[in-house]
Structure formats: structure tokens, C-alpha cells
């Protein structure tokens, strides 16, 4: 449907969200092509800068290239959920859910903002990505944070260890094969 023939060719990273009328606006990692793109990185930046004053810091590690901090920091910046979240607070009314579907796993730095984001901002954020379902309401997901350790899980401590080291497996290898394309 949403994904068309392109988006398989080389898969980038690519995050998708419903604007006003319903019409789909689709991000990629790095992309400033939107018309709204000088909008969209304001309100990126004071979404991270406000959640940075709460304590957040970009998770470098979820950048897997061996390059400066600053530049991670300015590719995790970029990540296109990032971008679409931005749109998606700017371009739908207070208290509308907001629903980005990407093609590849979102990163754990992604998940962390999603989390605060949802917090911060009221809202609920849906992301779909290519392995599941992600519900942020109220500063927590409902898969349950499961990048990080079962037992530091905020919302549920008893996420199955296998079922845990399956999906970092898993995710390993979507990195290899999509490394150098999701920035
Ligand atoms: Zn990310
Ligand atoms: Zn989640």
C-alpha cells in the first residue's frame, strides 16, 4: 500500500505520518526536502532541548559508525521518526494521536524521545516499524522498553529474557543488512 516499489529498492530509512486531511508525508533520514523542513527542525529542537532539560542524552551507541560525537549527534537528530514526530506535533491538532509507520526498527535513542516526547507533549505517539507495534503514552511504551534490561523495564518487569536476546539478535542483523542506510 504506503510502501511502494522504491521504498524496497535499497531501504532507506524511511518513516511515514498522516498530515492534515489526511494526506501521508514521508521522511527520510536526514531529509530537508519537506516544504515545512525549517518548521519541522524548530520543533525538533525545542522538543529535544526541552527534554534534555529533563535529563535526556542523545544514545550515541544507537549510531554504529566509527565518526566524531558531533556527527552522531547530528544523524541521530536527523533519524527519520524524529522528523516525522516533529511534523506530526506541528501539523496535527492538541490531543490528536499521532501515527508514523517505518520500515526499519527505530532505534533505541528514537525510542527514548518517543517516550519523553509522549510525556511532555500529552500526546499518544503509535509507531508501527518493521517489527511491531510501538504505543507511547505517558512517558512509557507498551512493549515495554525492551531495549533495555528486563529487570529496568518501566512498565514490564517481566519481559521473557529469551524472547528478549532474540529480538537484539534480530536486530543486529537488520543493522548489518541496512547499516550504512539507516542514519
Ligand atoms: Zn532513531
Ligand atoms: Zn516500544
Not at 551507541?61 to 521518526?81: C, G, W
Not at 532505534?107 to 509507531?127: K, P
Amino acid at each position: 500500500m504506503l510502501m511502494r516499489k522504491k521504498g524496497f529498492k535499497k531501504n532507506p530509512a524511511c518513516s511515514m505520518v498522516e498530515g492534515q486531511k489526511g494526506v501521508i508525508h514521508e521522511f527520510f533520514a536526514g531529509d530537508m526536502n519537506h516544504p515545512k523542513s525549517v518548521e519541522i527542525k524548530k520543533a525538533l529542537e525545542d522538543l529535544l532541548a526541552r527534554l534534555k532539560h529533563q535529563g535526556y542524552k542523545p544514545n550515541l551507541s544507537s549510531v554504529p559508525y566509527n565518526i566524531s560525537d558531533d556527527q552522531k549527534k547530528q544523524l541521530l537528530m536527523a533519524h527519520s521518526e524524529k522528523l516525522a514526530l516533529a511534523f506530526g506535533l506541528i501539523s496535527s491538532c492538541a490531543g490528536c494521536v499521532i501515527r508514523i509507520v517505518k520500515n526499519l526498527r527505530i532505534c533505541e535513542d528514537c525510542h527514548v524521545v518517543m517516550c519523553g516526547a509522549s510525556e511532555i507533549t500529552g500526546r499518544e505517539i503509535i509507531i508501527r516499524d518493521n517489527l511491531r507495534f510501538h504505543h507511547f503514552r505517558d512517558g512509557k511504551c507498551s512493549c515495554g522498553n525492551f531495549w533495555k534490561p528486563p529487570e529496568t523495564c518501566c512498565s514490564r518487569t517481566a519481559f521473557p529474557k529469551l524472547h528478549h536476546w532474540v529480538i537484539l539478535l534480530a536486530h543486529e542483523q537488520v543493522l548489518m543488512s541496512f547499516g550504512l542506510q539507516e542514519k
